[in-house]
């Protein structure tokens, strides 16, 4: 069984009829109880006290930019439903001349394997900037 736990964030009566009738065709049950915290592996405890166990949860985060030196620079910063995030150009350029950014902080979802590869890009970008001039 599918449970989509809405969080009390979204009202059954605001999605659309299609995708309602979607998540009815795959046997998707909606819950709309406010959840107050997770605890072990997946037990959920609900706001008016309700409880229950899951076997897998799936869950949506926020990543947020929490180093205020970041925000006092004047970075162009790209708010979306899962995360803040640096905007950069293709080569990890910000809106500001010589300042470069990568890695987590300029896209959303963590990744090893793109914070090296974006930490590559900056730092030929970096270097091309600072001896040829950028």
């Excluded at 065709?25 to 959840?35: E, S």
């Excluded at 006092?72 to 995030?85: H, V």
Aim: proline share 1%; charged share 20%.
């Amino acid at each position: 069984n599918t449970t989509l736990f809405l969080n009390a964030a979204v009202s059954i009566d605001t999605i659309e009829p299609a995708i309602l009738e979607q998540l009815n065709q795959r046997h998707v049950k909606l819950d709309t109880r406010k959840i107050a915290k997770i605890e072990n592996h997946c037990d959920l405890k609900f706001e008016n006290g309700d409880q229950t166990q899951l076997d897998g949860l799936f869950v949506s985060t926020f990543m947020r930019i929490n180093s205020p030196w970041i925000r006092k620079l004047g970075l162009d910063i790209d708010r979306n439903e899962y995360s803040e995030a640096i905007l950069t150009n293709a080569t990890k350029q910000t809106n500001l001349k010589n300042i470069y950014a990568c890695g987590d902080i300029t896209r959303s979802g963590g990744s090893v394997a793109f914070s090296v590869a974006d930490g590559a890009m900056a730092g030929v970008a970096a270097h091309k900037s600072f001896v040829f001039g950028g």
